[in-house]
């Protein structure tokens, strides 16, 4: 079965700073990789997506992520975030077996 | 509809009460996901029909939970004799095509149950 790690449970930043957060998935086979950010009070929503080509996917918002295949990561990257990307996001694999999530990471961003 | 819908938003039950919770997913998606939401984690999968068909509930913590898709579309998830320790938000997704395929998944708002 596969599993995915997210390894900052809570980051605080200020705002214009720089933002990193880890995910590492298990799964051997062909994958497809995700990243979904929760807002407070809202329902889950794509922030990017991977599939297969060029290994650094750029998604909305200024978010950008680059798949490591060697070291199984899928790192979620914003070179300068705002006070509006404080949320709840979750790095998620999908297989033959579905989509597994990470247990998130709680992102404050302090003006 | 433009997106999944879930209802009811929010279900208060008392320790022992049955409850139902209905997913309406986008028209014509193929694929119907719940996954349910503790405090504080990710999101984790209970079942998956492909239209009316369970293909997969391992994922159902105990034989309280059922869900049904009997036509295709509009989906059910039922929880009997709640207990404590089934607060949670319930999520539905829905995707065009099977699950294998990544083409990524729509969620609903959820379902928050609070069970006292």
């Known amino acids: 079965a596969q599993s995915v790690s997210q390894h900052n449970h809570h980051v605080i930043l200020s705002e214009a700073a720089s933002l990193e957060l880890g995910c590492n998935y298990s799964?051997?086979?062909?994958?497809?990789l995700f990243w979904y950010v929760q807002y407070p009070g809202q329902h889950l929503q794509l922030l990017l997506k991977?599939?297969?080509?060029?290994?650094l996917v750029k998604g909305i918002k200024g978010f950008e992520a680059e798949f490591i295949k060697s070291k199984f990561s899928f790192n979620l990257r914003k070179p300068s975030v705002q006070w509006s990307d404080t949320a709840e996001y979750f790095c998620?694999?999908?297989?033959?077996?579905?989509?597994?999530f990470g247990k998130g990471t709680h992102l404050i961003i302090q003006p | 509809g433009a997106g999944v819908s879930q209802s009811p938003r929010y279900k208060v039950a008392k320790r022992g009460q049955d409850v139902a919770l209905r997913c309406d997913p986008i028209?014509?998606?193929?694929?119907l996901f719940w996954y349910q939401q503790a405090l504080g984690q990710g999101p984790e999968f209970l079942t998956y029909?492909?239209?009316?068909?369970?293909?997969?509930k391992s994922g159902l913590p105990s034989d309280r939970f059922f869900a049904e898709r009997p036509e295709g579309s509009v989906s059910t998830l039922k929880i009997q004799r709640t207990q404590q320790e089934d607060s949670a938000v319930y999520l539905c997704?829905?995707?065009?095509?099977?699950?294998?395929?990544?083409?990524?998944?729509?969620f609903g708002s959820g379902t928050r149950l609070t069970v006292v």
């Open positions: 029909f492909q239209n009316e068909a369970q293909l997969d």
């Open positions: 998620a694999v999908n297989s033959l077996d579905g989509l597994t």
């Open positions: 799964y051997g086979g062909t994958v497809n």
């Open positions: 997704a829905s995707s065009l095509t099977d699950r294998g395929a990544g083409y990524g998944y729509t």
């Open positions: 991977y599939f297969s080509g060029d290994p």
């Open positions: 028209s014509g998606h193929v694929s």
